[in-house]
């Protein structure tokens, strides 16, 4: 996605509708210093905001991730871009997330196989060798456990049920969260507070408030 692109489109429409940083600003509920940064490419509108303001400048959510006017021809082609691209991340982050939880899933079962070993053959393992395979097991325990809290938090989003807001939490922020499944309580960056958070692996889960 070019933000500066899509900078240069918001502020060529704002003008057209003859709007200054204000007034749009004001219709959107927003400060003007935010338009300002949209418009500079430093900035891009949050989800619950992407159909007022292309309602305000009158445009479609793909013309605004486009940054550009569209034909009916580019539009579909355009739409057909982003539904081959979606289906792609979605499978790529199914397949990172299976290799993830396998590399979870052999830790733990190397761990389990380490400790056992250590404590069924205690008369033959010297005590050196048992510490030796101890840490062994710990390290590869931590590490896998590791690596599924961090595939977990990055491959995909979180969408807060209550604000609808989508993010991808921090990793102290989804460690520390209570979880059910595909739900985790964690602090929502738009909401400020705790919410139930749903797991979602593509753009389009994550922003199908967007419209087309």
């Given at each position: ?100 939880f396998l590399m ?34 710990c390290a ?73």
């Open positions: 996605m070019d933000l500066k692109k899509i900078g240069d489109f918001i502020l060529a429409e704002r003008k057209k509708k003859n709007y200054t940083q204000k007034q749009l600003a004001d219709i959107l509920n927003v400060s003007d210093r935010t338009i300002s940064k949209w418009e500079c490419g430093k900035g891009f509108p949050e989800v619950s905001l992407l159909q007022p303001l292309c309602k305000a400048l009158e445009i479609s959510v793909n013309e605004l991730l486009a940054g550009e006017r569209l034909d009916k021809e580019s539009y579909m082609k355009k739409a057909e871009q982003k539904m081959v691209h979606l289906v792609e991340e979605k499978k790529e982050n199914r397949t990172k997330l299976i290799l993830i979870g899933l052999i830790s733990i079962v190397s761990f389990v196989t380490l400790i056992v070993a250590v404590n069924t053959y205690t008369e033959v393992i010297s005590n050196q060798a048992k510490g030796i395979l101890v840490f062994i097991a590869v325990f931590t590490v896998g456990l590791l690596a599924l809290m961090e595939g977990g938090h990055t491959f995909g989003y979180y969408k807060c049920l209550h604000c609808e807001e989508t993010f991808v939490p921090g990793f102290i922020n989804y460690t520390v969260a209570i979880n059910i499944v595909a739900l985790r309580m964690m602090r929502c960056p738009r909401c400020g507070k705790w919410r139930w958070c749903l797991k979602v692996l593509t753009r389009k889960e994550r922003d199908e408030n967007e419209g087309t």
